[in-house]
């Protein structure tokens, strides 16, 4: 990898630019099940405008002078994603001259100024090696001379990194450039590692090389055991490492490139951050999503994360694409090869995940793949004849090309979230946009039309099965058991709303139920249908009912229940203390005129740890969704229709595919 040094007019100006920058939520990223993926960002800039989009990424990997030019800005972006892991960019075996000329308080004029001249790689006339042109090789064996303080480069950058980096307290870990498994690779001469005036073979000058890089290695991580340590250069110090990483992917064949990829894979440290770098070649190529998938694939389907830029005289862009958007959940197969030789290890392999499956087609010919079942192609504006969200059971793939496809949301997928047994669910995210193809939420085990929510009430590890149907709520444990109780008495017989979530301090869940009639009352009871609390929520004498839902508005720990009026009264909504007292204001969702009531709904939908509070436009009315704050504060809306509804729109809000955030489910709209 290539390091491009800074222009010290353009540092002095950017180190003069404003500060701040307005915070976003958390990433989209790994953690959450998203496709994992790194960016090398190493460009001298670090622009507060760029900030938001660069903590879009989970692993963000800088020079390591960025600690002395932008140091709030580094906490900026941890602050902005706060899962993100944030890597100081080290070469293992080289400086460069540009360095020495940097301003003393950077890291690495710092160890330019500590650099001796033992420790210089060397032909056996005394030339001095280099990498590239004006970057001099540093010999990291055991074998050269040690310098005047009795250290070898080896013992003294595991030093450096502990003491001048890593203590700066900004950075998770270090990035180690060209941690190759020989010199023979990148030494253009004959070198003389041991000073003795005779050239080395290459068989012994690898060999050194790698049980000196293996100490170093081996060092650093004694030094600070919680860091974590990525050397790009290949497998050969996998089990040294959290993870090797592999710039250039496919460099010359991706056959025994991607072998080696999966061998590191299992065995570096964990957490494994083991990585492939696509690039451009160096050419401006963003539009490029063939290749893009291709390495995304294959990264996906080998179990690693993922980079993809311009080159190594690039290593600074802000390029995202659409899947990297794409939750596809944890992995739930090893990788299999689907059609192609196995020798070779070269054909279409593939990879199945919680919500989805990565296809890869290494070949040099289109491939038609047969699927298991109907999968949803992802929705995207990039490249649409390939991310149309059409439905599929078999896709072709063009030479050296890759898809990610989602499984068919189900209605099991929606925990912790009410919904109308048998309704058609429409998917959209909290900007409105809609994330993947609806479906129709039937539950077989229970009726059509009722209020149903799959949640884990008694805490044993199972999803237990509540329905309200006809003035009585039944639930199904997963044991097998079934408890029924009448939460209005043995007299009623309507509809109620109900919402499932912890009001209290105890292990256990409870069912916060909405009468549909009069009074407007909400009842909070045990999991197993003790009455824990009361309340009317609006005038007793309205015959709209209400709806319920519940969850953690300010991100404080407790749950707070939102109440939405029912038909016939106006789209009020008012925010109660799961005990019935007033905890927040009330407010209208919709314009007051409207009389067709409102539904509610809660839940994160922008990663925030904040729930919002959803609201569904009610009968008579235009269908529409608003997202609110615990304030009253609209912050998106949603218009789905041109025409009024005679029923209105039910609202739900669930992490469906599991990557951080609530979808919003809105039933009640035509299915197709």
Do not use: C
């Given at each position: 990898?290539?390091w491009?040094?800074?222009?010290?007019?353009?540092?002095?100006?950017?180190?003069?630019?404003?500060?701040?920058?307005?915070?976003?939520?958390?990433?989209?990223?790994?953690?959450?099940?998203?496709?994992?993926?790194?960016?090398?960002?190493?460009?001298?800039?670090l622009?507060?405008?760029?900030?938001?989009?660069?903590?879009?990424?989970?692993?963000?990997?800088?020079?390591?002078?960025?600690?002395?030019?932008?140091?709030?800005?580094?906490?900026?972006?941890?602050?902005?994603?706060?899962?993100?892991?944030?890597l100081?960019?080290?070469?293992?075996?080289?400086?460069?001259?540009?360095?020495?000329?940097?301003?003393?308080?950077?890291p690495?004029?710092?160890?330019?100024?500590?650099?001796?001249?033992?420790?210089?790689?060397?032909?056996?006339?005394?030339?001095?090696?280099?990498?590239?042109?004006?970057?001099?090789?540093?010999?990291?064996?055991?074998?050269?001379?040690?310098g005047?303080?009795?250290?070898?480069?080896?013992?003294?950058?595991?030093?450096?990194?502990?003491?001048?980096?890593?203590?700066?307290?900004?950075?998770?870990?270090?990035?180690?450039?060209?941690?190759?498994?020989?010199?023979?690779?990148?030494?253009?001469?004959?070198?003389?590692?041991?000073?003795?005036?005779?050239?080395?073979?290459?068989t012994?000058?690898?060999?050194?090389?790698?049980?000196?890089?293996?100490?170093?290695?081996?060092?650093?991580?004694?030094?600070?055991?919680?860091?974590?340590?990525?050397?790009?250069?290949?497998?050969?110090?996998?089990?040294?490492?959290?993870?090797?990483?592999?710039?250039?992917?496919?460099?010359?064949?991706?056959?025994?490139?991607?072998?080696?990829?999966?061998?590191?894979?299992?065995?570096?440290?964990?957490?494994?951050?083991?990585?492939?770098?696509?690039?451009?070649?160096?050419?401006?190529?963003?539009n490029?999503?063939?290749?893009?998938?291709?390495?995304?694939?294959?990264?996906?389907?080998?179990g690693?994360?993922?980079?993809?830029?311009?080159?190594?005289?690039?290593?600074?862009?802000?390029?995202?694409?659409?899947?990297?958007?794409?939750?596809?959940?944890?992995?739930?197969?090893?990788?299999?090869?689907?059609?192609?030789?196995?020798?070779?290890?070269?054909?279409?392999?593939?990879?199945?995940?919680?919500?989805?499956?990565?296809?890869?087609?290494?070949?040099?010919?289109?491939?038609?793949?047969?699927?298991?079942?109907?999968?949803?192609?992802?929705?995207?504006?990039?490249?649409?004849?390939?991310?149309?969200?059409?439905?599929?059971?078999?896709?072709?793939?063009?030479?050296?090309?890759?898809?990610?496809?989602?499984?068919?949301?189900?209605?099991?997928?929606?925990?912790?979230?009410?919904?109308?047994?048998?309704?058609?669910?429409?998917?959209?995210?909290?900007?409105?946009?809609?994330?993947?193809?609806?479906?129709?939420?039937?539950?077989?085990?229970?009726?059509s039309?009722?209020?149903?929510?799959?949640?884990?009430?008694?805490?044993?590890?199972?999803?237990?099965?509540?329905?309200?149907?006809?003035?009585?709520?039944?639930?199904?444990?997963?044991?097998?058991?079934?408890?029924?109780?009448?939460?209005?008495?043995?007299?009623?017989?309507?509809?109620?709303?109900?919402?499932?979530?912890?009001?209290?301090?105890?292990?256990?869940?409870?069912?916060v139920?909405?009468?549909?009639?009069?009074?407007?009352?909400?009842r909070?009871?045990?999991?197993?249908?003790k009455?824990?609390?009361?309340?009317?929520?609006?005038?007793?004498?309205?015959?709209?009912?209400?709806?319920?839902?519940?969850?953690?508005?300010?991100?404080?720990?407790?749950?707070?229940?939102?109440?939405?009026?029912?038909?016939?009264?106006?789209?009020?909504?008012?925010?109660?203390?799961?005990?019935?007292?007033?905890?927040?204001?009330?407010?209208?969702?919709?314009?007051?005129?409207?009389?067709?009531?409102?539904?509610?709904?809660?839940?994160?939908?922008?990663?925030?740890?904040?729930?919002?509070?959803?609201?569904?436009?009610?009968?008579?009315?235009?269908?529409?969704?608003?997202?609110?704050?615990?304030?009253?504060?609209?912050?998106?809306?949603?218009?789905?229709?041109?025409?009024p509804?005679?029923?209105?729109?039910?609202?739900?809000?669930?992490?469906?595919?599991?990557?951080g955030?609530?979808?919003?489910?809105?039933?009640?709209?035509?299915?197709?």
């Amino acid at each position: 990898m290539r390091w491009r040094g800074p222009i010290i007019l353009g540092l002095i100006l950017s180190l003069l630019a404003p500060a701040t920058v307005p915070v976003v939520v958390r990433a989209a990223n790994g953690i959450h099940g998203s496709p994992p993926v790194i960016n090398l960002y190493l460009g001298w800039q670090l622009r507060n405008e760029d900030l938001v989009k660069l903590a879009k990424w989970d692993v963000v990997v800088l020079d390591a002078d960025q600690q002395a030019r932008y140091p709030n800005r580094l906490r900026k972006l941890r602050e902005l994603n706060p899962s993100i892991k944030l890597l100081a960019y080290v070469p293992s075996e080289e400086i460069a001259s540009a360095r020495f000329t940097e301003p003393v308080n950077y890291p690495f004029a710092k160890m330019a100024s500590q650099i001796q001249d033992a420790w210089y790689v060397r032909g056996t006339r005394g030339n001095r090696a280099e990498f590239w042109p004006g970057s001099a090789l540093l010999n990291v064996t055991n074998e050269g001379p040690a310098g005047p303080t009795g250290e070898r480069w080896n013992e003294f950058l595991p030093r450096f990194i502990h003491q001048d980096i890593l203590s700066s307290g900004l950075w998770d870990g270090i990035f180690l450039d060209n941690t190759f498994s020989g010199i023979s690779y990148f030494a253009r001469s004959p070198v003389d590692l041991d000073r003795n005036g005779i050239a080395d073979t290459k068989t012994a000058e690898n060999a050194a090389w790698r049980a000196g890089m293996k100490k170093m290695l081996r060092t650093i991580h004694a030094d600070d055991p919680k860091a974590i340590i990525m050397g790009n250069g290949g497998a050969v110090y996998a089990s040294d490492l959290n993870g090797a990483f592999f710039e250039h992917f496919p460099s010359w064949s991706w056959g025994p490139n991607w072998k080696e990829f999966r061998n590191a894979v299992t065995k570096s440290r964990s957490p494994n951050l083991t990585g492939l770098n696509v690039n451009t070649d160096n050419y401006d190529r963003q539009n490029d999503y063939q290749l893009m998938r291709y390495g995304l694939t294959s990264a996906l389907v080998g179990g690693g994360w993922y980079s993809f830029d311009r080159g190594d005289w690039g290593h600074d862009v802000l390029w995202w694409y659409d899947e990297y958007n794409t939750a596809l959940g944890a992995s739930r197969s090893a990788p299999r090869l689907i059609q192609g030789a196995k020798r070779s290890g070269v054909g279409v392999w593939g990879r199945d995940f919680a919500h989805g499956l990565a296809l890869v087609n290494s070949t040099d010919a289109k491939q038609h793949v047969r699927l298991s079942g109907v999968y949803e192609k992802i929705r995207g504006s990039q490249d649409p004849s390939i991310n149309t969200g059409a439905l599929v059971t078999s896709v072709e793939l063009q030479p050296h090309d890759g898809v990610l496809l989602l499984r068919q949301s189900s209605p099991q997928e929606i925990q912790n979230a009410s919904f109308i047994n048998g309704s058609f669910m429409h998917v959209y995210d909290g900007t409105g946009k809609q994330k993947q193809n609806g479906f129709f939420a039937q539950l077989t085990d229970a009726p059509s039309g009722a209020e149903v929510e799959l949640a884990d009430l008694d805490r044993d590890g199972r999803n237990d099965l509540v329905i309200a149907k006809n003035g009585i709520i039944t639930i199904h444990y997963s044991n097998g058991k079934r408890r029924s109780f009448h939460p209005f008495g043995l007299k009623y017989t309507g509809e109620m709303f109900i919402a499932i979530q912890n009001t209290n301090r105890d292990p256990a869940l409870e069912i916060v139920v909405g009468r549909v009639g009069t009074p407007p009352e909400v009842r909070v009871f045990s999991a197993y249908g003790k009455l824990l609390a009361h309340w009317s929520a609006y005038n007793p004498a309205f015959a709209g009912g209400v709806h319920v839902a519940i969850g953690d508005l300010n991100g404080d720990g407790l749950r707070e229940i939102v109440t939405g009026a029912g038909p016939s009264g106006g789209p009020h909504i008012r925010i109660w203390k799961t005990d019935g007292k007033v905890w927040g204001g009330s407010f209208f969702a919709f314009p007051s005129s409207e009389t067709g009531g409102v539904s509610v709904a809660v839940g994160d939908v922008d990663g925030d740890g904040k729930d919002e509070i959803i609201a569904g436009s009610g009968a008579g009315t235009i269908p529409r969704v608003r997202i609110f704050d615990f304030r009253g504060t609209m912050k998106a809306e949603i218009t789905l229709g041109t025409k009024p509804l005679p029923f209105g729109i039910h609202v739900a809000a669930s992490d469906i595919n599991g990557d951080g955030r609530a979808e919003i489910l809105v039933s009640g709209l035509s299915a197709f």
